[in-house]
């Protein structure tokens, strides 16, 4: 006997259990479907952010982080510190523990909104009268009846083609996660996101990380200027990054991984590490959907084809997250699963892709919001910029941490914010002003007439907006 939901989420991870628990609290029977497991073989809510993603990777990037300030830098603080020693799998068992916290929490929040969870893998059977028969393939066969189906399947590491992922040498941003021993030396493949910050985390343990990026430039899709900061601040840790590589053959063998490679001169090399992070970008996750039973329409990356309120070509088929078009970032896919649960209501859910924040959690953090200025000169916008060094804040001297700097870019005409980049301590939490000051359109001089803490990194904001009208008060 089918059960039957109002509305039935597939993928628990931040766009499907938020979608779930926003459509509970508007009143729709609700149920989720997802298949993450625990080292038990349980349910393990959260999808890949919670599970190989944002959440275990800031764990680390946390822990990496105290270790390398105790080695390096609490000296200048007056604090000494004999015997430093590292406790790796005390270090990985903490990430677990975090990582479990975030699981039971979503099951939690799910069993306050009651939302009915079910383990295993979703796929869809049939179109039905009451709107579609859903399959539930797990540790306990499900046959579920939906009217309204949300599909947040989220997205795989893509693999070079070739070289399988064996988590062992060859490394996702899973396997990257769960080395059990810090690697002499490690490759990466691939300067993004996920790259840039198991690279830091690795090199902070103690290990030789050499980058290789196809691109000419580094951090292509930065603001050209934040990115050179960031690449001058990685290199003088110690980062080695080649640009502009040809990457060639590849072999895995029982202790070491080769790569050939051309550099940008042309010059052929090899590179011998003990482990490899292949992180060159993400597919969408449709395999095992069964669309074709129900003629869901896919795109030629295997992505859902949406609109711009996330229907599919279905009627009450919605999809949201990084299995449809747009960025893949879990806030997005947050921001979408509200929207989609909200218009299901008769609502009007709201997400604004101009105003997304993105992040990349290294040291110094980099952080940006709406249009580089290389968008600007490419669109022929007129545009001001005004920039603030780290270096003259008092906040940032005193937590002895002054790389970097924050970059407004607003238009000529209007003033209007038209993007914020920053490059340097907590721009994480620093962008989150700048997020809203955009939402809300505001002009760089509203911010610049805003009173901010003294002292405090915010004031690094207020300053750049200053700038841009080239009246700074402290460079």
Not at 210 to 227: S, Y
Not at 387 to 415: C, Q, S
Not at 452 to 468: D, R
Request: proline fraction near 3%; charged fraction near 20%.
């Amino acid at each position: 006997m089918s059960k039957h939901f109002d509305v039935i989420v597939i993928g628990g991870g931040p766009g499907g259990y938020i979608a779930a628990i926003r459509a509970a609290q508007l009143g729709f029977g609700v149920a989720c479907i997802d298949e993450w497991k625990n080292a038990k073989g349980g349910p393990a809510l959260g999808g890949t952010c919670t599970n190989v993603g944002c959440i275990p990777s800031k764990a680390l990037l946390q822990s990496s982080e105290h270790f390398e300030q105790a080695g390096k830098h609490f000296a200048e603080h007056g604090i000494q510190v004999s015997g430093l020693g590292l406790d790796l799998a005390k270090m990985l068992g903490r990430k677990d523990t975090v990582v479990k916290q975030n699981n039971d929490g979503i099951q939690y929040l799910f069993k306050k909104n009651k939302v009915a969870s079910f383990h295993g893998r979703g796929a869809f059977v049939k179109a039905a009268e009451s709107g579609y028969e859903i399959a539930v393939a797990g540790a306990a066969e499900e046959s579920l009846t939906g009217k309204h189906i949300i599909l947040a399947t989220g997205s795989n590491a893509r693999a070079l083609p070739g070289v399988p992922f064996d988590e062992q040498r060859i490394l996702s941003n899973d396997g990257a996660l769960r080395v059990g021993a810090v690697p002499r030396k490690l490759g990466l493949i691939g300067s993004g996101v996920i790259g840039l910050e198991m690279g830091s985390v690795w090199r902070r343990l103690g290990t030789d990380v050499t980058v290789l990026e196809a691109l000419p430039v580094f951090l292509g899709a930065v603001d050209e200027q934040i990115a050179k900061e960031a690449h001058k601040a990685f290199t003088r840790q110690g980062l080695k990054i080649e640009l502009g590589v040809k990457v060639g053959e590849i072999k895995s063998g029982e202790s070491s991984v080769s790569v050939v490679y051309s550099n940008a001169k042309g010059e052929v090399q090899t590179l011998e590490v003990d482990r490899l992070i292949v992180s060159i970008g993400r597919v969408p996750n449709t395999i095992g959907l069964n669309a074709e039973a129900v003629g869901l329409k896919l795109d030629e990356r295997g992505a859902i084809v949406v609109d711009d309120e996330c229907k599919t070509n279905l009627p009450n088929v919605w999809a949201v997250g990084d299995v449809v078009r747009g960025p893949m970032l879990a806030h997005k896919a947050e921001e979408e699963g509200v929207a989609v649960a909200e218009r299901i209501a008769g609502q009007h859910g709201h997400v604004n892709f101009n105003t997304i924040p993105w992040v990349i959690y290294t040291n110094p953090e980099i952080a940006w919001v709406g249009q580089t200025e290389q968008q600007l000169n490419a669109a022929g916008r007129a545009y001001r910029a005004g920039t603030f060094p780290f270096l003259a804040n008092g906040r940032a001297r005193a937590l002895g941490d002054t790389t970097g700097m924050v970059k407004m870019l607003a238009d000529a005409a209007t003033d209007e914010i038209l993007g914020v980049h920053i490059v340097g301590p907590m721009a994480s939490e620093l962008i989150a002003e700048c997020v809203v000051a955009m939402e809300f359109r505001a002009s760089s001089e509203d911010i610049a007439r805003i009173c901010h803490a003294h002292p405090s990194l915010s004031e690094a904001i207020k300053e750049a907006a200053l700038a841009v009208d080239k009246r700074t008060l402290n460079f």
